[in-house]
């Protein structure tokens, strides 16, 4: 069944992009906020944020640059402050100092209890733990509460359409890198080159990767040369040193590792310049180039 398209509206509440943004969509119940974090006072006069909802602190860890997001939960409060209180006390926390924009989730008809956002912080916080883009700060894995099966069902509902949201805003933290770009057939039940797996098999190298919507992808157990080459460029060695933590001591890749190009996915692997497009070859022989070359290929 083919995927429908769905209509978004995005409000620039300050006027400008880099500003506070609501987001609603065509027949959702739910409303999300992106709010920047030195933009959080002026959110003081929003009634809608003193309701119960789910939130997430984004931001980057500053030794290592990586993404990192806290997944939190608030309740309506007896002073009647809800999310907006909350958000305040973490940015009045010092060990909070790393986040700095914060996306919201709630309903335009005040419709979440404790029971609904417990649910959606525990669904929330293992999608980003299993997606593995950014680094989850939650201490405890959040209960799920206890739910029936209707209201279960009209959770999933809100949390797809919340996986739109928050892509649509930037923040990828629910999608795997490997299922950016699902696997397109042509007529012919041919694989497009999206599908493709692509490898590179020399000077000590056993590496894996695949072509996505975002890049090129260096699979998790790939194995990569270890040394770099005297000639291997600032930005190659740029892109060992910070995946450091991603590579053991024999070489192999821990985790799926996403990068821009092809060419800067093959120096990655062969410590060395390169050209992607003719080092990643399918288990056939046939070069990137080759496949992206075929006919039909650009239809996916």
């Known amino acids: 069944m083919a995927t429908r398209g769905k209509s978004i509206n995005l409000f620039l509440m300050d006027g400008t992009s880099t500003g506070r943004v609501k987001v609603t969509l065509a027949n959702w119940t739910g409303v999300a906020y992106r709010i920047p974090r030195t933009e959080l006072d002026k959110c003081k006069g929003l009634d ?6 789910v939130y997430f602190l984004f931001g980057t860890v500053e030794e290592t640059d990586d993404d990192v997001v806290y997944i939190g939960q608030a309740g309506v409060r007896k002073n009647g402050e809800g999310i907006l209180y909350r958000l305040m006390e973490h940015k009045r926390n010092p060990d909070k100092d790393y986040w700095t924009e914060a996306v919201v989730l709630t309903t335009s008809n005040n419709s979440f209890g404790p029971t609904e956002i417990s649910y959606l912080e525990n669904r929330f916080c293992n999608l980003a733990v299993g997606a593995k883009r950014y680094l989850v700060k ?21 949390v797809d359409y919340a996986k739109i949201v928050m892509g649509t805003l930037g923040h990828k933290v629910f999608e795997p890198l490997l299922q950016t770009a699902p696997v397109a057939q042509s007529d012919d039940g041919s694989i497009s080159e999206a599908g493709a797996l692509f490898a590179i098999s020399r000077s000590g190298t056993d590496a894996k990767g695949m072509l996505t919507s975002e890049g ?28 450091r933590d991603s590579i053991d001591a024999n070489g192999v890749v821990q985790k799926d590792i996403l990068f821009r190009t092809p060419s800067g996915a093959s120096a990655f692997v062969l410590g060395a310049p390169t050209n992607g497009n003719v080092e ?11 496949v992206e070359s075929e006919p039909g290929s650009e239809e996916q």
């Open 48 to 53: 809608v944020l003193t309701q119960s909802g």
């Open 138 to 158: 939650n201490g405890n894995d959040p209960s799920p509460g206890h739910i029936t099966e209707e209201k279960e069902s009209e959770l999933e509902e809100f």
């Open 216 to 243: 090129f992808v260096v699979l998790a157990g790939s194995t990569i040369r270890k040394e770099l080459v005297p000639s291997a460029s600032d930005s190659i060695k740029t892109s060992r040193e910070n995946n």
């Open 280 to 290: 990643w070859k399918t288990e056939d022989g046939r070069t990137l180039k080759a």
